[in-house]
């Protein structure tokens, strides 16, 4: 998935709304322009934006106020708890969720993030090393994240014993 990036003096923003599978609809998108070259590579874009756009001058050098980025769908293992944290793939409302399975493949509940700068801060947190499940994340929807999963009625009635008459 390809995706305009805004870099800043002090962070960068993901403009949501552009993201595509092809770069060159991205930069339609973004611009409202076609690109004449559908199959246009991002840097040959990036290019044109740094003539349309400029730079901006921060701490870490000199970045163009746009560019184009691919974003890829991740898969991440824990070596603490063994789970596994994956992304669904397709469109951008399931890039922005993950899906957890536990050490057995069982699937333990799902993370979901409000929009796509969140996921690439999820996306940063995981390649170093963090865990939803040891790291106890919210999941989203108000759910603390556990080993026994989260959001699930039988997580929260496990030890429920029926009173009788």
Not at 23 to 33: H, I, Q, R
Not at 110 to 120: A, E, F, G, K, S
Request: net charge negative; hydrophobic share 35%; glycine share 10%.
């Amino acid at each position: 998935m390809f995706i305009v990036k805004e870099n800043f003096l002090y962070g960068e923003d993901y403009i949501e709304h552009t993201a595509a599978d092809e770069a060159a609809v991205c930069f339609m998108l973004f611009t409202g322009k076609p690109f004449g070259n559908t199959a246009a590579e991002p840097e040959s874009i990036n290019r044109l934006f740094e003539e349309m756009f400029g730079f901006v001058k921060r701490c870490d050098g000199f970045l163009p106020a746009y560019e184009i980025v691919c974003l890829h769908t991740g898969k991440w293992r824990c070596n603490r708890c063994l789970c596994t944290v994956q992304q669904y793939d397709g469109s951008i409302d399931d890039f922005i969720r993950f899906f957890v399975k536990n050490k057995d493949g069982d699937i333990m509940g799902n993370l979901y993030r409000p929009d796509i700068n969140d996921t690439v801060r999820i996306m940063e947190l995981l390649d170093n090393g963090a865990c939803p499940v040891c790291d106890g994340w919210e999941d989203g929807l108000g759910n603390t994240c556990s080993p026994q999963g989260w959001g699930k009625t039988e997580f929260f009635f496990k030890d429920f014993k029926p009173i009788g008459k």
